[in-house]
């Protein structure tokens, strides 16, 4: 019903491909938007499983899942969702080893992790293999998400220089607001259907931040 999107639009979205990199705050409302706007295949990469204090944010799971690699326990609740979406699930993550090898079978990268190391393995490779990936990120009340396209004029490592202070942080231990990552990871799904379709005007070369404490959503222009 949509004319930017119509039947071409739809036949793009059920042929396309698209991996989620983190199935968990972030990786949740993206993988049920692109599920339910008809993806034909969406790889879901993350070693964790499901953990009763996580609930709040990661809306894909249930009590009953506790313990459940979250790769298995998405699929399930994702394989309900849409039947002609066909899941692929990669319970060791992304890392050195395997990223090329499970990065080059998707059209687009989404990343919905929480640590700097495979932020900047995704720039690397993403960057080597060609393809579009959504950065997302979260923290209390705040969230950032752009889009970085192949030989576009900005690259995560030149949006956040200090890679080796980064990397060498400790995993983030502060809490989230349960409804930062549900608004971060639909626009970060909003912003892959964008590109698998080829309509309106993307992140790509801007950078939007949000602030749900005092409800502040600015875009800077990168």
Known sequence: MLPEIGDEGQRRLAEASALIVGAGGLGSPAALYLTGAGVGRIGLADADTVSLSNLQRQVLYTEAQIGVPKVEAARDRLS?????????????????????????????????????????????????????????????????????????????????????????????????????????????????????????RTLDGRLLTLDLKNMNIDIIDL
Do not use: Q
Request: proline share 7%.
């Open 80 to 200: 309900a969702l849409c039947s002609s979406t066909r899941f692929e699930c990669h319970p060791r993550g992304i890392d050195p080893d395997n990223a090329d090898e499970i990065i080059s079978r998707y059209d687009i990268v989404l990343d919905c992790c929480d640590n700097f190391p495979t932020r900047y393995l995704l720039d690397d490779v993403c960057a080597r293999l060609h393809k579009p990936w959504v950065h997302g990120s979260i923290g209390e009340f705040y969230g950032l998400v752009t889009l970085l396209h192949p030989g576009g004029a900005m690259r995560y490592r030149d949006l956040f220089p200090d890679r080796e202070r980064l990397c060498a942080r400790p995993a983030a231990t502060a809490g989230v607001l349960g409804t930062v990552p549900g608004i971060v990871g639909t626009l970060m799904a909003s912003e892959a259907l964008k590109t698998i379709v080829g309509f309106g």
